[in-house]
């Protein structure tokens, strides 16, 4: 099995910062990429920002400029370094790896468990 598990969410007033972590754990061959979802109440789930092991990034355009994704391909750990946060921005946010356990394996989407953000007007 493989886990994935997000933290460093938190309240922070709008403006201010913080930083996400998500570590991607157990039988891991080959991390293909990792990347970063949030969900609003009562939203549906978007995409954030994605990253390759490359380092080859993808960011949604409400985020852009002021979210930065960051992949450490020794540690299988991702990052997500989000300034000048909004109200908006408030979620649970999700991490997600694919991934493949073998070199025959299958390329297979991991999740993590969510964090919480919340940006006070």
């Known amino acids: 099995q493989a886990q994935v598990v997000a933290s460093g969410g938190g309240l922070v007033q709008a403006g201010g910062s913080l930083r996400l972590s998500c570590a991607a754990s157990?039988?891991?061959?080959?991390?293909?990429?990792m990347g970063w979802y949030r969900q609003a109440p009562g939203k549906q789930r978007e995409l954030v920002a994605t990253?390759?092991?490359?380092?080859?990034?993808n960011y949604a355009d409400s985020v852009k400029g002021r979210f930065t994704i960051f992949i450490d391909n020794v540690k299988n750990m991702v990052y997500l370094q989000m300034n000048s946060l909004q109200p908006e921005d408030t979620g649970v946010y999700y991490c997600?790896?694919?991934?493949?356990?073998?070199?025959?394996?299958?390329?297979?989407?991991?999740w993590g468990q969510g964090t919480q953000v919340t940006v006070s007007s």
């Open positions: 997600s790896a694919t991934l493949r356990r073998a070199a025959w394996g299958s390329w297979n989407d991991y």
């Open positions: 157990g039988t891991i061959f080959r991390i293909n990429n």
């Open positions: 990253i390759t092991s490359g380092g080859t990034t």
